[in-house]
């Protein structure tokens, strides 16, 4: 009879260790269910930071577009503004200028309550306050008025608001790293 060789059923050692074969205690338990767990935990833990940093950006990406929008529709109100200035010989309102308001300050709340941050919500605060400045001055001019003392009423007006509208727009770039935006015109 040889060594290994099965008799009735019993098998006996050969003391020769096959590769695979022998697998250690600690091994087998290093494998256990909770570590599989735990894997898939982690797993979708990354997925679920990638998906918030993907989504946050994207948010932060739509406030920027929208306040590029809101800079556009601020530098529209105030060229209609500085063209009838420079056009009129007295002053009285552009037909256009109450539904440029109305929508510039409609763009204002807008880019205000989605700011990502408070300090971008403080810039367009700001704005606001600029533009309830100018609305001021506007409401104050007479239909009639000489159009030279309009401009000397309306200038300082208009220059703060162009400011603050290219502090708004630089942050909306810096937010999105410099990424090319809708509007690329300068102060109007």
């Given at each position: 009879m040889s060594v290994g060789a099965t008799v009735a059923g019993?098998?006996?050692?050969?003391?020769?260790?096959?590769p695979g074969a022998d697998v250690d205690d600690e091994q087998q338990d290093s494998w256990s269910p909770w570590w599989w767990v735990l894997g898939g935990v982690m797993a979708v833990a990354a997925v679920g930071?990638?998906?918030?940093?993907?989504?946050?950006?994207?948010?932060?990406?739509?406030?920027?577009?929208?306040?590029?929008?809101?800079?556009?529709?601020?530098?529209a109100l105030a060229a209609s503004i500085s063209e009838h200035l420079d056009d009129a010989t007295a002053w009285s309102p552009p037909e256009r200028i109450a539904h440029q308001r109305q929508?510039?300050?409609?763009?204002?709340?807008?880019?205000?309550?989605?700011?990502?941050?408070?300090?971008?919500?403080?810039?367009?605060?700001?704005?606001?306050?600029?533009?309830?400045?100018?609305?001021?001055v506007l409401d104050s001019l007479?239909?009639?008025?000489?159009?030279?003392?309009?401009?000397?009423?309306?200038?300082?007006?208009?220059?703060?608001?162009?400011e603050a509208l290219t502090a708004l727009e630089d942050e909306a770039a810096s937010v999105v790293y410099g990424a090319s935006l809708p509007s690329t015109r300068t102060t109007g």
């Open positions: 019993a098998t006996t050692d050969t003391g020769v260790s096959t930071g990638i998906a918030f940093s993907a989504r946050r950006r994207n948010d932060d990406e739509s406030w920027a577009r929208g306040a590029s929008t809101t800079c556009d529709t601020g530098r929508r510039f300050t409609s763009f204002l709340v807008d880019s205000t309550e989605a700011a990502p941050n408070a300090a971008l919500a403080e810039l367009s605060t700001a704005i606001a306050k600029r533009n309830e400045e100018l609305g001021v007479a239909v009639g008025t000489p159009i030279h003392v309009a401009r000397q009423a309306l200038g300082p007006s208009l220059s703060e608001l162009a």
